[in-house]
């Protein structure tokens, strides 16, 4: 299940982090997220992004798979 916005995801390098957006992968490093939390094996990756010193914003970032239509 992909998390949704407000939701609380357990991450490898961050240890809870908040979902602030859900992003393609495009659209997710023009917003400036792409910090890694070093979750693999999912569907999706969370991605953070420097909001000021020692804050963060994470992002839900789906993954473009073969074949999707978009």
């Known amino acids: 299940m992909i998390p949704c916005i407000g939701q609380k995801v357990k991450t490898p390098r961050f240890p809870t982090v908040t979902i602030v957006a859900v992003l393609y992968e495009d659209d997710a490093a023009k917003l400036g997220f792409v910090e890694s939390t070093h979750l693999y094996e ?5 991605l953070g992004r420097h909001i000021g ?6 992002a839900v970032v789906l993954k473009k798979e073969r074949g999707m239509p978009f």
């Open 42 to 46: 999912q569907p999706y990756n969370i």
């Open 53 to 58: 010193e020692n804050r963060m914003d994470f």
